[in-house]
């Protein structure tokens, strides 16, 4: 499976931002959608427009699906969206504070760097501390992905990195959610959507 990069629009956001939970803030969009356009197409159906009666129906049914179907294209909905993708690793691995999401990257993984986007947008509306650890050696590895965070995501080379390379099962980058200490549950990248971020949020 290719590797999805899930970010979240201008509109998720607003609505995230007025309070919205994470599945609302998704779906939402969807259903104003439909009624834009159906709004659209009882509005074009009122105007009686002198054609025949096949290319009006069209026009209509064109106007109605219309909106739904350019955003679902630009905002596609992915099985982790719509269903719980994650895995419970068998780790007695603890981790240095209570709750949060720990996001398990490697050096130069492009996908890793594509996931700083999402966790920019959303780290505030997580519980707990938001954190990558890096399975690197030095330094640098770290600062790569410190120039991409905002200050309040902290970057560090990964502790335990022998016990934690395991759990990530050769899939990068991995998503941990810690909850008093240890990890509660675990997604790969192209499981972690929607569905995800509401299980950690309640």
């Known amino acids: 499976m290719s590797p999805f990069f899930f970010v979240m629009n201008a509109l998720e956001l607003l609505l995230l931002k007025l309070g919205s939970s994470f599945f609302l803030s998704k779906f939402l969009p969807y259903f104003l959608m439909v009624f834009l356009g159906l709004g659209l197409a009882i509005a074009v159906f009122r105007q009686g427009l002198k054609v025949?009666?096949?290319?009006n129906a069209s026009l209509v049914f064109l106007l109605a699906v219309l909106p739904f179907g350019i955003y679902f294209l630009a905002f596609p909905i992915y099985r982790g969206d719509l269903m719980?993708?994650?895995y419970c690793p068998k780790s007695s691995l603890e981790f240095p504070?209570?709750?949060g999401v720990v996001v398990v990257a490697l050096p130069g993984c492009k996908y890793c760097s594509e996931s700083t986007k999402l966790m920019n947008q959303i780290h505030q509306k997580l519980p707990g501390k938001t954190q990558y650890w890096v399975l690197g050696t030095d330094s640098l590895d770290v600062s790569a992905y410190d120039k991409l965070l905002s200050e309040e995501i902290f970057c560090r080379?990964?502790?335990h990195q022998?016990?934690?390379l395991p759990i990530t099962e050769g899939s990068f980058p991995t998503f941990l959610w810690i909850k008093n200490y240890r990890i509660e549950k675990?997604?790969?990248?192209n499981d972690?959507?929607?569905y995800a971020l509401q299980e950690i949020a309640l």
């Not at 025949?52 to 290319?55: A, D, E, R």
């Not at 675990?186 to 990248?189: E, M």
């Open 52 to 55: 025949k009666k096949w290319v």
């Open 84 to 86: 719980s993708m994650g």
């Open 97 to 99: 504070f209570e709750s």
């Open 157 to 159: 080379l990964a502790l």
């Open 162 to 164: 022998k016990e934690l």
């Open 186 to 189: 675990a997604w790969h990248n």
């Open 192 to 194: 972690f959507g929607v």
